[in-house]
């Protein structure tokens, strides 16, 4: 994204309880995958910290997640060619679950599902999700040729399930998109240890 709400800049070099808000997403993060992949756009030197590699939307002028994850399907087939899924999240939400892509697995082996979405209070998290990385034609092709933009709009095509996870003490998917969320994310962060 391009951290509007944040007043521009990198809203995932943020920090938060004295690092970056990336550095909470990664320790989450790292224990449930394999390769991991930063989508970015511009000059990737700000985020060499992360010792990630990196890679820029191959759909070009910020057409929104879909081109995101179209990046990490294409990356993970030519630099992880085993991998079959791809997991995806946002940089900006510290508190993911840790059994998130477990759970997301789990209902797509259990209900036969082709993509699996997280939700939480009845409202669903598009870019917390585990897609095939073999939809990548698929999605290049709704993206080029159809001009699609919205994650709902293509993902209809497909049988999705949904996970809806808890959201009690607090809502795992919270997110960091003004500074008044960053202020109650370190509240979150002390009151929660």
Same mark, same amino acid.
């Given at each position: ?91 900006? #939400? ?42 990548? #034609? ?14 709902? #709009? ?30 109650? #994310? ?8």
């Amino acid at each position: 994204g391009l951290a509007r709400r944040m007043g521009g800049g990198d809203k995932s070099l943020h920090p938060l309880a004295g690092t970056p808000i990336l550095d909470h997403v990664l320790t989450r993060v790292r224990p449930q995958v394999g390769p991991l992949l930063l989508n970015i756009n511009g000059d990737p030197a700000r985020f060499e910290q992360f010792g990630l590699p990196m890679a820029a939307d191959v759909i070009a002028g910020h057409v929104g997640p879909l081109a995101g994850i179209l990046t990490g399907m294409e990356w993970a087939a030519e630099y992880a060619p085993g991998c079959v899924w791809l997991a995806s999240f946002a940089t900006d #939400a510290p508190f993911l679950p840790n059994n998130l892509v477990a759970r997301l697995d789990g209902a797509i082996t259990a209900e036969g599902g082709e993509i699996a979405c997280a939700a939480s209070n009845g409202r669903s998290h598009p870019v917390f999700a585990l897609w095939p990385v073999a939809l990548r #034609a698929a999605l290049r092709q709704a993206l080029v040729d159809e001009d699609i933009r919205k994650i709902d #709009a293509w993902t209809g095509r497909y049988k999705i399930v949904t996970v809806e996870f808890a959201t009690t003490p607090y809502d795992p998917f919270f997110n960091a998109n003004r500074p008044e969320d960053f202020a109650e #994310a370190e509240r979150l962060m002390i009151e929660i240890g």
